[in-house]
């Protein structure tokens, strides 16, 4: 599967995006699914997980109450919904794919990834 990130962008603190992800070559619908984010010179963080039929959501400490993960598999689409951007927020976000089930958290799991789309929050 191919996956394609849209809907970064630059946004002021308090703000909200949504990014998705949009698989091609394949159907998503039997992948666990999940947004990663990379700051230069930091290790990759997790965001958050979705299991292939929706549900069972997992969302990193910092994001926690503040974004969404959801997916269309009629649309072949991951969403990452963004409320109550903070500075900090500022990444690369990355989308990941991986049919295991149990992929979760860990990034080393995932076997198909993303070009990333970046997400910049000013204060």
């Known amino acids: 599967v191919q996956l394609a990130e849209s809907g970064g962008g630059l946004v002021q603190a308090g703000g909200t995006l949504r990014l998705t992800c949009t698989g091609s070559?394949?159907?998503?619908?039997?992948?666990?699914m999940a947004w990663f984010r990379r700051v230069p010179g930091k290790e990759r963080e997790f965001v958050a997980s979705?299991?292939?039929?929706?549900?069972?959501?997992d969302y990193g400490d910092s994001v926690k109450g503040r974004f969404t993960i959801s997916r269309d598999n009629a649309e072949n689409k991951v969403y990452l919904q963004m409320n109550t951007l903070k500075p900090e927020d500022t990444a690369e976000y990355f989308c990941?794919?991986?049919?295991?089930?149990?992929?979760?958290?860990?990034?080393?799991?995932?076997?198909?990834w993303g070009q990333g789309t970046q997400v910049t929050v000013s204060s």
């Open positions: 990941a794919a991986d049919l295991s089930s149990s992929a979760g958290r860990w990034g080393a799991r995932y076997s198909y």
């Open positions: 070559g394949d159907l998503i619908n039997t992948y666990t």
């Open positions: 979705i299991s292939w039929r929706g549900g069972d959501e």
